[in-house]
């Protein structure tokens, strides 16, 4: 799912317009340029109906957007969430029933002196391999 999930966001060409191919899991690079995307992968587990394993997996994926002003915070936070809020459909190898933002919140920090905008958004991502 991490992949596909990366891969969804990193193929729309508003996004890559605004932050190229700087979509990362986890850490950010040290070197990274702002703009720039982090995903990280907050909990999943698998869904169970009444007769068991449903075949679904729930997971929350917080993207944080990272930028030297809250506007361009704001527009790549934007772009991501046009690609991602209310998608269903495939992507690689995962079938991705759907992709719901749950909530955001702006944040400023201090990073090596610099002031840095970020726009933090959870999903919840229902989600199973493709057939």
């Known amino acids: 799912m991490e992949v596909d999930f990366r891969s969804l ?7 890559a317009g605004l932050v190229g191919n700087r979509v990362y899991w986890g850490a950010i690079e040290q070197t990274a340029a702002n703009p720039c995307v982090r995903l990280t992968l907050i909990s999943g587990a698998p869904v169970y109906a009444s007769k068991g394993a449903a075949g679904l997996t729930s997971s929350r994926v917080q993207v944080d957007v990272r930028a030297d002003s809250y506007a ?12 991602i809020n ?36 959870d999903f919840e991502v229902w989600h199973k391999p493709a057939a």
């Open 86 to 121: 209310g998608f269903s459909g495939i992507s690689g190898t995962t079938h991705f029933r759907s992709a719901l933002m749950l909530n955001q919140r702006a944040i400023v920090e201090t990073l090596a002196g610099e002031l840095q905008h970020l726009i933090s958004s």
């Open 72 to 83: 361009a915070a704001r527009a790549v936070a934007d772009a991501v969430e046009a690609v």
């Open 9 to 15: 966001i990193t193929s729309d060409g508003a996004v």
